[in-house]
């Protein structure tokens, strides 16, 4: 096999990378990632180039950073030039569909502006973006925002189907428990995250849009396909149906990751985003231990829906002809350095599980084994279309195909350092911080070593991750690290600046129009004929 035929692209929301039983959880149980971890390549060092839902997916979509296409937040749409995995794949005749979330938006001004119709197959395209639209479903549908979109939601109309009643059982079945009265008690309330969802298991949004992969795998018949199963848990509301609800208890925890010295007169956007409620809440006693239950509940319950798929795969055959891919699109804080959430750099933040899985015969040699590589989620653009034998775009793509990784050979000239930034414009910490929208932008450049946080208009952060891996101490004041600081400085600079903004022209067609001025009669300062 030359070239690969189809990509099952899979995507947790909101999972940390040290939660997976391959990568050193020593009591979540995840024995199906683990099984294509040992038939692939685990990354050990891969990381999102947003600590957001929506600009990290867009960087995984494109191939291209926050900076450079621009949706730097949830619902800040993709501008409608930008190219996505669809568009790199389609004149191939490969399906590129989307079960799950994408947390993407229409740059509906760019439509307006260029008179196209949501409606349309090539409005649906761009809208979409770039994704056939399988099964969409963002999984965030409290019962306001769903009226709001006219109380459309596929996963509500099936479950409606299968006996569950009301507006939306979304909200008040598979996000929510029930008191001892009956009450609802919403998943939005983490105080009731230990508690099991109404949902019957069978029901839940991890086993509905599982069988909707599926599904769409089984329609494709022979044909070419990018799935992307993009699964809508661990994402927070955090809950989880019977039996996940409660497999976990307080000896499977890992201790948190704090110190009372982070709090100790801190950089001030993180002292910020410290004081932010969903910060707040998570350090109180007992808020995280009423939490991870659930949390590793659905990590599990992904894993054993995951372990049903790929035994339909192995069954069918399609394993031996499908890449598969899993991935995040950032972690989850959990408590540790005082925060809930994600959005800023530390480890457990920004840092995310990789695992890929080529079923030709030349990645055979590194079947089972990791790569301590610094990777970015831009990298699996140029790796789908390598392994898919897609044109390269590389005046375009700002990542790296992961091919020669996967073959057993890490190029000489492999980046030593990693790229992420955040626009805390939308979040109550630039209130109180007192800093305009265009200003409130932070970007981390991460090495073998040191790890950088450029603020604009507040000081940088420093950790020396040789000497304290768990982020602690706080190096962007100490008069002594100022060499390394400005060191950093500038090779962020310099990594911004090489971003790709040519994005209409190869640089063949830079080399062909520059050599085409003199025969085409242009002749710029010539004195005379003669030269």
Known sequence: MTHVKNILFIMADQLRWDYLGCYGHPHLDTPNIDRLAAKGVRFDRAYVQSPVCGPSRASCYTGRTVFSHGATWNRVPLPIGELTIGDYLRPLGVRTAVVGKTHMVPDRDGMARLGLNASTEIGIQVSQPGFDPYERDDGL????????????????????????????????????????????????????????????????????????????ISEMGDAPWLCHLSFIKPHWPYMAPAPYHDMYGPETFLPVVRDESERSDPNPVFEAFMGMQVSETFSMQGARETVLPAYMGLIKQIDDHLGRLFDWLEETGKDKDTMIVFTSDHGDYMGDHWMGEKELFHECSVRVPLIICDPRAQADATRGTSSDALVEAIDLVPTFLDATGAPTADHRLEGRSLMPILQGETPDDWRDAVLSEIDYAFYSARETLEVGPSDARGYMLRTDRWKYIHFKGFPPQLFDLKADPDEFTDL???????????????RLLDRLISRKNRVTMTDDGVTAMRRSESSAGILIGQWGAEG
Do not use: C, I
């Open 141 to 216: 549908h409290p019962t306001p925002m769903l009226r709001g979109k006219g109380g459309k939601l596929r996963y509500n109309d099936w479950l409606r189907e299968m006996g569950y009643e009301g507006e939306n059982p979304w909200n008040d079945y598979a996000n929510s428990a029930e008191g001892e009265d009956g009450e609802l008690l919403s998943g939005w309330h983490l105080k009731n995250s230990n508690l099991p969802a109404r949902v019957r298991e069978e029901h839940s949004e991890t086993a509905y849009m599982t069988m909707r992969a599926k599904e769409f």
């Open 476 to 490: 962007g004041r100490s008069p002594d690290h100022e060499d390394q600081r400005q060191d950093m400085h500038a």
